[in-house]
């Protein structure tokens, strides 16, 4: 039982280049989120989907995209990447109260 | 805007001790402040959570207070470990709408703790 699995674990992008987050679960949970977390800041909330096929808009959306298309996948896209979204990446799940969080992707920007 | 303030933003304590990090908010239709764990390299982890119908939850040497009407809560650390070194953050979940369970959660800025041994 991995719970929630992330990829990759670092990633080191030129700024304009595009890249895909990958985020799968394996708990079966209908709610997924990703987040990013930067020094002082706490996380953060980007998007997060409520179900297969759907996806909502967060806290900080701006310059990037998510699908959902299997329940247990939750993909998070940069379509340009800028060195204002070097952060750590955190994926997570849930139903009901309690999230799961994978254990992150670091993405530098250069 | 940050809806839940966190402080301190670091916390030295000594082995044995007891370690305290304090959170406040403002929108009361909050419903649900849990306090998540997370060691370097890693995610998050649940610790310990408390609804605003009680005042204090306690979990082994982990105890949350929630004062409802000074919109505060706090998470205290007995006997403070070595292992305890961590980052810690508090948060607190919109309560649930249109008959589903799903709420967001609004996080704190973290408190990074370090016990000395």
């Known amino acids: 039982n991995a719970g929630v699995t992330q990829t990759p674990k670092f990633r080191v992008l030129k700024t304009g280049q595009s890249m895909t987050l990958l985020c799968a679960q394996d708990m079966n949970h209908e709610y997924m989120y990703w987040y990013r977390q930067d020094p002082g800041m706490g996380l953060r909330l980007i998007h997060y989907s409520v179900g297969e096929g759907t996806t909502a808009k967060g806290e900080v959306p701006d310059g990037y995209n998510v699908s959902r298309l299997k329940k247990q996948n939750f993909l998070l896209g940069l379509e340009s990447a800028a060195p204002s979204q070097t952060s750590v990446y955190f994926c997570a799940s849930s139903w009901g109260f309690a999230q799961h969080f994978g254990d992150g992707t670091r993405l530098s920007i250069l | 805007q940050q809806q839940v303030k966190q402080s301190p933003q670091s916390l030295i304590v000594q082995k044995g001790g007891i370690s305290i990090i304090n959170c406040a908010y403002e929108?009361?239709?909050?419903?649900?402040f849990p306090w998540y764990q997370q060691f370097p390299g890693k995610g998050p982890a649940l610790l310990i959570a408390?609804?605003?119908?009680?005042s204090e939850k306690k979990e082994g040497r982990f105890t949350i207070s929630f004062n409802k009407s000074a919109k505060q809560f706090s998470l205290h650390i007995m006997d403070s470990q070595p292992g305890d070194s961590a980052t810690y953050f508090c948060?607190?979940?919109?309560?649930?709408?249109?008959?589903?369970?799903?709420?967001?959660?609004?996080f704190g800025q973290g408190t990074i703790l370090t016990v000395h041994p």
């Open positions: 948060a607190a979940r919109v309560q649930p709408t249109g008959g589903t369970s799903y709420g967001k959660l609004t």
């Open positions: 929108n009361t239709a909050f419903d649900y």
């Open positions: 408390i609804r605003p119908d009680v």
